[in-house]
């Protein structure tokens, strides 16, 4: 299918994220050409051009040279929670405007949450989710959840028609209320903001959001860029000077089984790390190596 027609297909189309979420591309500036049309400029008339466009977006995603990427935009229309909305915001690098409660009445609409997708307090990432809290206790904070924001919104609303004004009556109101923005960013930021937030250490709510951007509508707008992305942000492995140490030092030792040991790990931990009962550094090379295969997991 053509450029065109993509853009066309995917323009107004509305991607439901959570229950009354959505993402939807208002327009898009740009196309894989765009960035290599911007990356070849800085070789002059008359460079031989020594390689493909996709070798040339690859090249540029592996080294990390940025700007090209900037030379594409994307305008979506968003419907996010308002907690979910906060951390969104925190990407300064884009052009932002968002419904304003102060002028018209908030979205009559809140996120609601399933009694199976409640999650525990993770135990080792202090702002991360757990396991799934048990089903009947799930039934009972849903249920919990749904009356809290009955009463919020008829709060509100008798706020509003006692007269009250708009910039005051919404205080009460929940974090889970919808808010509704137009998001401009440029692909080097968008692909940044999609590397935090699919992240499996993201928050799940705004990784279903993301994911939603990424696959629904960047993928097929700037399919050699995403591939690239994919192979070497999303699927990448980054390893820090500590970290390539311990695995030269790791793969220096005999390996008598298919996989090193914990043991084989701690024996060859940087000497930084040896203080510390716990280290949150070396605990994320630990699962860099199993992700590798070389460390046999470790049982948490």
Same mark, same amino acid.
């Given at each position: ?22 993402? #939807?591309?208002?327009? #898009?500036?740009?196309?894989? *050409?765009?960035?290599?049309q911007?990356?070849?400029v ?17 090249y ?13 935009? =994307?305008?979506f ?6 907690? #979910?909305w906060?951390q969104?915001i925190?990407?300064?690098t /884009?052009?932002?405007?968002?419904y304003?409660? %102060?002028? +018209?009445?908030?979205?009559? +609409? ?6 199976? @997708?409640? %999650? ?7 702002? *991360? +989710?757990?396991?799934? !809290?048990?089903? $009947?206790?799930g039934?009972?904070?849903? @249920? ?5 924001q &009955? ?8 706020? =509003? ?19 509704e ?32 951007i990424?696959?629904?509508? &960047?993928?097929?707008?700037f ?7 994919? $192979? ?9 000077? =500590?970290?390539? *140490?311990?695995?030269?030092? !790791?793969?220096?030792?005999? %390996?008598?089984? /298919?996989?090193?040991?914990?043991e084989?790990?701690?024996a &060859? ?5 040896r203080?510390?009962?716990?280290? %949150? @550094?070396?605990?994320? #090379?630990?699962?860099? !190596? ?11």
């Amino acid at each position: 299918m053509a450029l065109a027609d993509i853009l066309s297909d995917l323009r107004w189309k509305k991607f439901q994220v959570l229950n009354d979420g959505f993402v #939807c591309l208002v327009d #898009c500036m740009g196309d894989d *050409g765009s960035v290599v049309q911007a990356a070849r400029v800085s070789y002059g008339e008359g460079t031989k051009r020594v390689s493909d466009d996709r070798t040339l977006v690859r090249y540029l995603m592996r080294h990390r040279h940025t700007t090209p990427f900037e030379m594409a935009e =994307l305008k979506f229309l968003v419907r996010v929670p308002m907690d #979910c909305w906060r951390q969104w915001i925190r990407h300064r690098t /884009a052009s932002v405007n968002e419904y304003s409660t %102060r002028y +018209s009445v908030a979205i009559d +609409s809140t996120q609601t949450t399933m009694p199976h @997708e409640w %999650r525990t307090q993770a135990e080792q990432n202090r702002q *991360g +989710s757990g396991s799934p !809290l048990p089903a $009947d206790l799930g039934e009972k904070l849903t @249920e919990d959840e749904h009356h809290f924001q &009955v009463t919020a919104r008829q709060v509100y609303q008798k706020r =509003l028609e006692a007269g009250v004004a708009r910039e005051q009556a919404r205080k009460d109101l929940p974090l889970s209320t919808y808010t509704e923005a137009y998001w401009k960013i440029d692909l080097h930021n968008l692909l940044h903001f999609l590397a935090l937030r699919m992240d499996a250490h993201a928050q799940q709510e705004i990784r279903d959001y993301a994911a939603a951007i990424g696959e629904n509508i &960047v993928k097929p707008l700037f399919p050699i860029v995403w591939e690239a992305f994919e $192979d070497y942000r999303l699927g990448g492995l980054f390893l820090s000077r =500590l970290e390539a *140490g311990v695995m030269q030092r !790791l793969l220096a030792r005999p %390996r008598p089984g /298919a996989q090193y040991t914990l043991e084989d790990f701690l024996a &060859v931990q940087d000497e930084s790390w040896r203080s510390l009962g716990r280290s %949150r @550094e070396r605990d994320e #090379c630990r699962a860099k !190596l199993e992700r590798l295969g070389l460390l046999a997991p470790v049982a948490t």
